[in-house]
Nanobody, 114 residues
Framework: VQLQASGGGLVQAGGSLGLSCAASGSSLSGYAMGWYRQAPGKEREMAATITSGVGTNYAAPVKGRFTISGDTAKNTVYLQMNNLKPDDTGVYYC?????????WGQGTQVTVSS
């Protein structure tokens, strides 16, 4: 299984970015996926997760601003980030949770300037 994340970049505070995570080698149908982020000098933390047929879950700091969604036909999970804040700066990783283990994408940098 390979996960390819894309869509990061530099944006001003208040702006928006959309991230994509395309999976190959495995179908996303029935699985749970998530977006995690790691700020400089901090531990990796969950931003949002989505479980097929169950729903979504968001960390408190991003609730109401981020939206996670999935397209099983395209084997892709998305993270739409609105009203970005400097504290959202970090490397964003997508993850696929399966009964065989957790797979991670390579990460994409998101930088929010004040």
């Amino acid at each position: 299984v390979q996960l390819q994340a894309s869509g990061g970049g530099l944006v001003q505070a208040g702006g928006s970015l959309g991230l994509s995570c395309a999976a190959s080698g495995s179908s996303l149908s029935g699985y749970a996926m998530g977006w995690y982020r790691q700020a400089p000098g901090k531990e990796r933390e969950m931003a949002a997760t989505i479980t097929s047929g169950v729903g979504t879950n968001y960390a408190a700091p991003v609730k109401g601003r981020f939206t996670i969604s999935g397209d099983t036909a395209k084997n892709t999970v998305y993270l739409q980030m609105n009203n970005l804040k400097p504290d959202d700066t970090g490397v964003y990783y997508c993850a696929l949770f399966t009964s065989y283990g957790t797979y991670w994408g390579q990460g994409t940098q998101v930088t929010v300037s004040s």
